[in-house]
């Protein structure tokens, strides 16, 4: 059982940065794939980025080189840092993971103003 607790959003103006931050619960964690999903009104949801349990990471074209994803077994816990954000990036961003199932947290929203 996992349970995925997001924080971190709000609105920031073009060129700025936020950091979002997942809580996981579980002694699995560290095992664990962990990833952030995006969803914009009217548009699929998209992996964001992604880290493994040995730190491979994974990004989407349109956010490599200004997200980093990172974790810390130690608190449980998943990070994006997001800098450089474009108003394209205004979304709710979702924390996800897979054991046995699928786990997404609530999402939090980031806007971006132009």
């Known amino acids: 059982q996992v349970q995925l607790v997001e924080s971190g959003g709000g609105l920031v103006q073009a060129g700025g940065s936020l950091r979002l931050s997942c809580a996981a619960s579980?002694?699995?964690?560290?095992?664990?794939?962990m990833s952030w999903y995006r969803q914009a009104p009217g548009k699929q949801r998209e992996l964001v980025a992604a880290?493994?349990?040995?730190?491979?990471?994974n990004y989407a074209d349109s956010v490599k080189g200004r997200f980093t994803i990172s974790r810390d077994n130690a608190k449980n816990t998943v990070y994006l840092q997001m800098n450089s954000l474009k108003p394209e990036d205004t979304a709710v961003y979702y924390c996800?993971?897979?054991?046995?199932?699928?786990?997404w947290g609530q999402g939090t929203q980031v806007t971006v103003s132009s």
């Open positions: 996800h993971t897979e054991s046995r199932q699928q786990y």
């Open positions: 579980g002694s699995i964690f560290r095992f664990l794939t």
């Open positions: 880290i493994t349990s040995v730190r491979s990471t």
